[in-house]
């Protein structure tokens, strides 16, 4: 409610807007309240919210790539029923500039950075590097003249200010550790929440991820660095949210932390002996 506005200005530049929440087999009833909100947003026309419930907790990399999955989905669902259709109006049932905006549920990335982030997603997918992949789309029969097919990432970028020095250290630590374990994955703030990609780039680097908890940021980071997918950081504006935190003492920080760097060695590991591979 408190976007209202914003999303419905947003709507006038786009030709649809869906807003899907993962529930990551939580008891509080996520789903019923997303329900309640998706009726007082009905008069607004080409917005469609919905909630995606998981029958237990599998963490965080697992939601999302379920969320994923299912626009994958509604995206096969409108190609098929655009045919017989000439392009032009292909291009309006499925959307010529499709993109998937990864967010945290508790509201701490700010909305209002998603109009800059799409600029630069823009400026990523329509001057491509020469070694981008070009893939023929899996998710939807694309317009050639558009570039929106070519897979692309931009990533938030939370900074340091209003932390904690506990938090501070902990945070550089771990980016420190990223990039000596990981070489340079082309950002700094691997963690955080607020991402935005071409439907393409969500379907590449969300297949059958093995990282399924709070490190699969890095592991989606380290397909793209291997598929040379583009990649840009951006500074976004970000409020950290009381009580929705996985670690609130230094000590249970540090717990996660180590069990984190644990699991991004283990995936190099395996992405360098070959047992794990993208599909």
Known sequence: QKHRKLLVQQLHQCSNFDILVVDDGSTDRTCAVVQNIAKSFESVEY???SCLSLPRNEGKGAAITKGVEEVQKRQQMIRRSSKGCDQEQRNNQ?????????????????????EEMMRELWRLVSHPPPNTPIPSSRVYQHNSSSPWHIPAMVVGERGLKGLSLSRSITRWGFRTAVKLICGGLRVNDTQCGFKLMTVEAGTILYSNL???RWTNDVEILYRA?????????MTIGWQDKEGSKLATSIWEIMQISLVMLFEIIYMKVQYFIGRWTIS
């Open 94 to 114: 499925i959307g010529s500039g499709s993109v998937i905006l990864v967010a945290d549920a508790d509201g701490s990335g700010d909305i209002e950075s998603l």
């Open 210 to 212: 093995n990282l399924r």
């Open 47 to 49: 917005l469609h919210i």
């Open 225 to 233: 660095k291997l598929l040379h997918i583009p990649v840009a950081e």
